[in-house]
């Protein structure tokens, strides 16, 4: 990247906030409740990053769209409610969104969350003002489909080669390869390593430390990707 105005754009659920077990749960909770077929805590996380439709058709190929609004409803009203596995950020991130925010370019999510569930988190947690923007899966295509980076890259007329992804599973990579955008990838999040590096990221870290490190050195000082 060359010396000029850079775009940051993270990942929410894996990559900043570790809400798995929240999110596996929530959907055991409303799998329970509409009574299908359950489906193990892999197959869950497996789809964790994918807008609903998405993640359901993965999940439930044979159902075709039809239960599609009832069911995100109904996990909307478990992870909505405050007396569920709870979520907080993974260690050092707040730390990092400070530091990064201090710096001379802009900030942003790309998330499978919707909107209500985004706009709660951030203003649960305090870091609304971390960020300049956010595009998430119930306003755009669902990842790993460019849009939401495009978008965002629009919104801050800021060039495909000033542009990095930082997410925790491959549909965020992937994302980043069909927008023609760099990307990193974090290894304590849903996907494992090598799936993480089949897709070619430039870094693949195994906790925010490093990644921080990698932020300051690679991208502040404008280093060469």
Same mark, same amino acid.
């Given at each position: 990247?060359?010396?000029?105005?850079?775009?940051?754009?993270?990942?929410?659920?894996?990559?900043?906030?570790?809400?798995?077990?929240?999110?596996?749960?929530?959907?055991?909770?409303?799998?329970?409740?509409?009574?299908?077929?359950?489906?193990?805590?892999?197959?869950?996380?497996?789809?964790?990053?994918?807008?609903?439709?998405?993640?359901?058709?993965?999940?439930?190929?044979?159902?075709?769209?039809?239960?599609?609004?009832?069911?995100?409803?109904?996990?909307?009203?478990? #992870?909505? &409610?405050?007396?569920? %596995?709870?979520?907080?950020?993974?260690?050092?991130?707040? +730390? /990092? $969104? *400070? =530091? @990064?925010?201090?710096?001379?370019?802009?900030?942003?999510?790309?998330?499978?969350?919707?909107?209500?569930?985004?706009?709660?988190?951030?203003?649960?947690?305090?870091?609304?003002?971390? #960020?300049? &923007?956010?595009?998430? %899966?119930?306003?755009?295509?669902?990842?790993?489909?460019? +849009? /939401? $980076? *495009? =978008? @965002?890259?629009?919104?801050?007329?800021?060039?495909?080669?000033?542009?990095?992804?930082?997410?925790?599973?491959?549909?965020?990579?992937?994302?980043?390869?069909?927008?023609?955008?760099?990307?990193? &990838?974090?290894?304590?999040?849903?996907?494992?390593?090598?799936?993480?590096?089949?897709?070619?990221?430039?870094?693949?870290?195994?906790?925010?430390?490093?990644?921080?490190?990698?932020?300051?050195?690679?991208?502040?000082?404008?280093?060469?990707?």
């Amino acid at each position: 990247m060359k010396h000029q105005k850079q775009l940051l754009v993270f990942d929410w659920d894996g990559t900043l906030m570790d809400s798995q077990a929240r999110i596996i749960h929530c959907f055991h909770l409303a799998i329970r409740d509409m009574d299908m077929a359950f489906r193990t805590a892999d197959q869950v996380s497996n789809i964790i990053g994918l807008g609903f439709r998405e993640a359901l058709l993965a999940l439930y190929p044979e159902l075709g769209d039809d239960f599609h609004e009832d069911f995100v409803d109904c996990y909307r009203n478990y #992870f909505l &409610a405050e007396d569920v %596995a709870p979520s907080d950020f993974f260690e050092g991130v707040v +730390q /990092m $969104l *400070e =530091d @990064l925010n201090g710096q001379d370019y802009f900030m942003a999510i790309a998330t499978g969350k919707g909107r209500r569930g985004l706009d709660m988190a951030l203003e649960q947690h305090d870091v609304k003002h971390l #960020f300049h &923007a956010s595009r998430c %899966a119930d306003e755009t295509h669902s990842k790993p489909h460019p +849009q /939401m $980076l *495009e =978008d @965002l890259m629009d919104y801050f007329a800021v060039e495909k080669d000033h542009t990095l992804m930082i997410g925790d599973t491959e549909y965020d990579l992937q994302m980043a390869s069909n927008a023609d955008v760099h990307s990193l &990838a974090v290894s304590y999040g849903v996907h494992d390593k090598q799936r993480l590096l089949d897709c070619k990221p430039l870094a693949c870290f195994e906790n925010t430390k490093e990644l921080h490190t990698w932020l300051n050195e690679s991208v502040i000082n404008n280093q060469s990707l």
